[in-house]
């Protein structure tokens, strides 16, 4: 199911959250999050993408003033982060869900209720909401991983939050577990609340959010909605025959920065989908058969690991030009 | 919590009164029978006796166990929240940071008070029991020395609970708090005191050290009139302002730290 899109339109305008330049540095050598600016707009699905140490999780916590900020500027729900009139507001699964192991899940929900001044009577619903009512009673330290992460999305959704923070809420699980926790997550994300989601899985980000955020090495490498990112600069693929005479033709037009035949048999053009038209007239008036042409749309996942790679192809690059100065400055002082 | 409860009256039903009237009457039961016969059990080891009731608990059950359970219990109210991860659910709740601080400390100095309560109750029914046993009438001690020594072993408790309190949240950590606080307090305060006896100046900072307190205030309602104590210790209620400083010490250190730390 693709997500309702026409909300991401009021980001800027209505945002819940909002950072500018955000930075935390652990001591003098960890930068672990570097000049972030999101923005997450109210009623939005929103993926916070990255790989492992990317600094996702240490942005989330700065969100709710778990961890404070070496420069920059946070606002959340229009309050700093850690204000008790916005965490009143916001439900919060943080990495791997923490619990009183010699409580009950019902007791565990109950002391985070008084907590935060929550009514009992929403215990209830929120353990039927994550299917858990029947082991309810059972200590916290005989549940399995999947009934603690979905004790965890029971905890988050107590405060009936406007804003929902959710780090990793699948890591860990079996396929069931993973199933279940994601349909819960589904069905939240299907109302008016605005979630924030850190997660792994790109398939499923894919399907539930409407915008996603990618980090890397606590930088952002590209914000946009979901189907921006999947169609950004990927141009066109085409069937054609006879294939090397396709590809002879389209690498002389104009408009087409690269051509090459890919392993699927098909020709991809690195080039605008808008001349798609042009482009097929040239080939046919040079006697090529197109059967088949369409702009290339990606999935998350290969968005994800070009993006990511392309970073670390850069910093490779930096590194070696570097070292490539320190030889000749080297060479220069001998 | 419960097995310190259960250690707790163990120790002030066993070992400070079950077992010291269980050795004295084997004791007299093979003394010569004039002895056994004209002394009582109370007469023999006056200290088990209701009306020394204050007096004996605050010397034998609050400055060793009470203040061991005490440290035990403040490291274990901060530091569970580290090693259970749950801090970070706790602070993403309403009550802010100093909020959730007031609140677990208002719960270690009421169950204090309830162990101080205890230990009294406790011990002054076990003490009824001894006398009872003994055949002699028991006394009540006076309500004012009874709620003084209440009074006396929650600071006692207090200190060292706010001591664990202190060293679990600067360290996260409730093992190497609970460790750090014994080697304080059995190691550490003991061989600087014993150090004082060489310098005159050493001698007077250990006056004012936790341990000297907390062992000036357990002699609280005993008189004295060896001079070398009123010299090598504080009175009473300087010991007791000490501790109150103490207290005051720990929980600014727990706060400070509590307020601007990371939880990652």
């Known amino acids: 199911m693709t997500h309702e899109k026409s909300r991401t339109s009021n980001h800027k305008d209505n945002p819940l ?16 999050v570097a000049d972030l600016n999101l923005t997450v707009g109210r009623g939005e699905v929103y993926g916070f993408l990255g790989p492992n140490g990317s600094g996702k999780s240490t942005t989330l916590r700065m969100l709710l003033g778990l961890i404070r900020p070496t420069s920059g500027q946070v606002r959340v729900m229009g309050k700093k982060p850690g204000d008790p009139a916005s965490l009143r507001k916001i439900g919060t699964l943080i990495e791997s869900p923490a619990f009183y192991p010699y409580l009950s899940g019902r007791d ?133 025959e006879p294939l090397e005479e396709a590809l002879r033709v389209a690498r002389w037009l104009p408009g087409v ?26 080939l046919i008036r040079a006697g090529v058969r197109v059967s088949e042409l369409k702009p290339v749309e990606r999935s998350l996942e290969e968005v994800f690991l070009q993006l990511t790679e392309e970073r670390e192809a850069g910093a490779d690059a930096v590194v070696e030009n570097v070292e490539k100065d320190m030889s000749a400055r080297d060479d220069f002082v001998r | 919590m419960w097995i310190l409860g259960s250690l707790w009256v163990t120790v002030v039903v066993l070992f400070l009164y079950l077992l010291p009237a269980l050795l004295l009457s084997v004791a007299l039961a093979n003394a010569p029978v004039e002895l056994a016969t004209e002394t009582s059990l109370q007469e023999q080891l006056p200290v088990l006796a209701p009306e020394n009731l204050v007096t004996y608990l605050l010397r034998f059950l609050f400055p060793g166990l009470g203040m061991t359970v005490a440290l035990i219990f403040g490291a274990l109210a901060a530091g569970s929240e580290y090693s259970w991860e749950t ?178």
């Open chain 1, 17 to 32: 959250v909002e950072t500018k330049g955000l930075t935390k540095r652990f001591g003098s050598r960890i930068t672990a």
């Open chain 2, 87 to 264: 801090m970070k659910v706790i602070l993403s709740q309403q009550p802010g940071r100093l909020g959730v601080l007031s609140g677990k400390l208002l719960a270690l100095f009421n169950l204090l008070l309830l162990f101080a309560l205890i230990g009294f109750f406790v011990g002054g029914a076990s003490s009824l029991a001894v006398g009872l046993f003994s055949g002699t009438a028991p006394a009540r001690p006076p309500a004012i020395e009874l709620l003084g020594g209440i009074g006396v072993g929650a600071l006692i408790l207090a200190v060292w609970a706010t001591f664990g309190f202190a060293l679990a949240t600067l360290f996260r950590s409730t093992a190497l708090a609970v460790g750090l606080g014994l080697i304080y307090s059995f190691a550490v305060e003991p061989a600087l005191s014993g150090l004082s006896t060489m310098n005159e100046s050493v001698a007077t900072i250990a006056r004012f050290f936790p341990g000297a307190s907390t062992s000036t205030l357990s002699f609280a309602f005993e008189a004295t009139e060896d001079p070398a104590f009123s010299e090598s210790f504080l009175s009473p209620v300087q010991s007791a302002l000490v501790l109150l400083l103490y207290i005051v010490a720990f929980v600014l250190i727990a706060a400070l730290v509590f307020r601007r730390r990371d939880v990652t």
């Open chain 1, 108 to 240: 565990n929900l109950q002391a985070l209720a008084s907590y935060a001044g929550v009514p009992p009577v929403r215990i209830q619903e929120v353990l039927e909401q994550v299917k858990l009512t029947r082991r309810a009673k059972d200590k916290v330290k005989k549940y399995s991983m999947g009934m603690k992460q979905r004790l965890g999305v029971a905890a988050a959704l107590l405060k009936e939050p406007e804003l929902l923070i959710l780090d990793e809420p699948t890591e860990g699980l079996d396929p069931k577990g993973m199933a279940d926790v994601r349909e819960i997550i589904r069905n939240l994300g299907r109302g008016e609340r605005t979630v924030l989601l850190s997660s792994h899985l790109l398939g499923e980000v894919e399907q539930i959010c409407d915008r996603v955020c990618i980090v890397q090495e606590g930088r952002m490498v590209a914000e946009a909605r979901v189907d921006e990112l999947r169609s950004r600069d990927e141009g066109l693929t085409l069937r054609a």
């Open chain 1, 257 to 282: 920065e690269k051509a090459w035949a890919a392993d699927d048999g098909m020709l991809r053009l690195l080039a605008d989908p808008g001349i798609a038209a042009e482009i097929n007239g040239s």
